[in-house]
């Protein structure tokens, strides 16, 4: 980033003026791939313009302007993008549709202003399939790019010259950001956010819209807790990452954590609990309860098998552990949120 100054808040910014994003919009459309990172840089431009500094100036924009209506039928407002001719727009994010192709071959016209605009603009930004826009108008050949999971095959039969990515919630290639299914794309603005404003802005926006900040964008399975994701604790977001990774193992002790961060375990047990506001042991157990639920959530396994995977040992443990921070059983947790 250039000419970048930071406030007393810690908050990195360009001070002279609001940072122009344009949202492309199309027929059939997906709502949530615009909306939600939409919202991202709604509250973060709220949260920086109530400390007095310039935000984002957000913008939906299609080729002829007027109404667009989504694939679920909400009609959306929008700006022709003509409108923008010979303004420095910052950021260009063309969200996905469920069914892109068609969508995709009805408005080639805006792939066209696409293939025009992007190389002008800071960055560009895809939601979901979206990918496929950037991917039509040339801007990311010999790139590496994330889509939604079920399109990724297509994607590379496609345009064989990108590198396709099928695990990542989003890619940073250079100035083209792309990004998984429908709500990767929330993960994708907050990284966005991070670049521009810093982490304490990303991490607020995070905790109003309550989604785990951040989930790494080459990391598909586990989200790092939000909770332990201070500002001052983002020197230990590599270590949350490999708890997630290695959470069968019971042994994670003060001591092996110490070492996986090459700090004294007197020292590391200090530093963390300084830092994230929770002991190494608290901290362990919150991220076990958590790959617990989404296990107890999203899979058939039983809770003995469960238990084993996250560590806790056994049923017993789990139950006990499960009481303790939700005040509920592993099997009434299933029973009430089980898909």
Known sequence: MNDITRSPDNIEFQPDQPRLIVFLAYPEMGLLDLTGAQTVFWAASRYMNSRGLPGYSLHTASMPGGLMHSAEGLAVHTVPLLDFAGQSIDTLIAPGAPYILKAMNNSLDLVAWLKEASPKAKRTASVCSGTFLLAKA????????????????????????????????????????????????????????????????????????????????????????????????????????????????????????????????????????????????????????????????????????????????????????????????????????SR
């Open 138 to 337: 040339g801007l990311l050949e010999g790139r590496r790019a994330a889509t939604h999971w079920a399109m990724c095959d297509v994607l590379k039969e496609s345009y064989p010259s990108i590198e396709v990515d099928s695990d990542a919630i989003f890619v940073k290639d250079g100035a083209m950001w792309t990004s998984a299914g429908v709500s990767a794309g929330i993960d994708l603005a907050l990284a966005l956010v991070e670049e521009d404003c810093g982490r304490e802005v990303s991490l607020r926006v995070a905790r109003e819209m309550v989604v785990f900040l951040k989930r790494p964008g080459g990391q598909a399975q586990y989200s790092q807790l939000l909770q332990a994701q201070t500002s001052d604790g983002a020197a230990f977001d590599d270590l949350h990452l490999w708890i997630t990774q290695n959470l069968a193992g019971e042994n994670l002790t003060v001591d092996s954590l110490a070492q996986q961060v090459q700090m004294s375990p007197r020292n590391f047990a200090r530093v963390y609990k300084l830092k994230t506001g929770r002991t190494p042991a608290k901290a362990v157990e919150v991220l076990r309860v958590e790959a617990a639920r989404r296990l107890l959530e999203d899979s058939e396994r039983n809770i003995d098998q469960i238990s084993r995977l996250c560590g806790f040992g056994d049923e017993e443990r789990m139950r006990l552990t499960f009481q303790r921070n939700l005040g509920v059983s592993p099997r009434d947790y299933r029973n009430r949120f």
